[in-house]
Structure formats: C-alpha cells, structure tokens
C-alpha cells in the first residue's frame, strides 16, 4: 500500500483474458448468492456508474454528475478499490442486500440488478464480448461524460441528472 493509498496500475482487460476456470454462462446457470467471489466480481461491467453521488428525496433516488474523488474517469474504475472502505466510510458494498435495497439505488444498466431482476446481461457487457473496453465503447460507463469530482461540490442538487441509463 502505497501512503496516498491508490492501488498499483491495473488492467481491467485482465480479468477477462484467461476465463478457463469460470464455467461458462455461470450468470445464466447461478443465483447470485450461489457465485464465487471471481464471479460475482466478474459481473461488475466496470462502468462507474455506482460511484455517481445519489440523494434521496421523498422516497426517490437522484443521481447526481458528481464522482467520488477516488474514481478514475478514464478507467471508470475505483483508484483505492482494496482500501475503499478504510478510505471512504460511506462507500457502499455491492452485495444482494444491496441489490435489492429499495429504493434502487444502482443503475438501471448494472448487471447485479439485472440479473436479480430476471433479465439477462446486454450484448454489450464484457462477459459476453470479452472485452473490457465493451461497456465504453456502448457508451454505457461513466468514461466522456460531464463528471464533477465531488470534491469540488458544495450543493448537490445543483449537479442532478435524469439520464435514460441511470
């Protein structure tokens, strides 16, 4: 560990160049409690999309443009995954209770909640392409959008959105 506490260089890439020892389609044949820890972790698209600052008003979620300052924008990807939670206490844990909070607090795209919800993963994902530049190119993650890194935000509700993939 590092003293500013970002992780070493990683290559998202990597998680799916040598899938031998997954079983393919697992997401089809298990019920999200029933994954490995590399499955489940293998489902997350890497889009950044969970690390957008939300608000709660009467009962709704808001997402917000605003990051949290340890998301990598170009990656889309955590900079202090290993050490989120020591870093960030209100970082939040994908696990089912998660998943399945009300109200939604993940977006509409995320695979967790896809497959919890009964539907399958998009052609776009990169367990079906096999390739982790998949989900930017789609233009499903966070990569070339208007992002604001929360550490420049005093008054969230300036920075609500309304976008069709959240």
């Known amino acids: 560990m590092t003293d500013n506490w970002i992780d070493e260089p990683y290559s998202p890439q990597s998680r ?5 020892n997954i079983e393919p389609e697992f997401w089809k044949k298990k019920k999200l409690e029933d994954m490995s820890k ?20 009467r009962k709704n979620i808001k997402f917000t443009n605003t990051v949290c300052r340890f998301l990598d924008c170009h990656s889309c990807l955590c900079q202090i995954y290993h050490h989120r939670f020591e870093k960030v206490p209100d970082c939040r844990d994908i696990d089912i209770s998660a998943i399945r909070e009300q109200p939604r607090w993940l977006p509409k795209t995320c695979a967790y909640w896809l497959l919890d919800n009964g539907y399958d993963l998009p052609d776009w994902h990169p ?9 930017h190119q789609a233009k ?21 959105i309304d976008w069709s993939d959240l």
């Open 127 to 135: 367990l079906i392409t096999g390739k982790a530049e998949s989900v």
């Open 38 to 57: 590399e499955e489940w972790e293998l489902l997350c698209d890497g889009c950044g999309k969970c690390c957008l600052n939300k608000m709660q008003i």
């Open 140 to 160: 499903m993650s966070l990569r070339n959008r208007d992002v604001v890194s929360e550490s420049r935000v005093t008054d969230y509700e300036d920075y609500i």
């Open 16 to 20: 799916y160049d040598n899938l031998d």
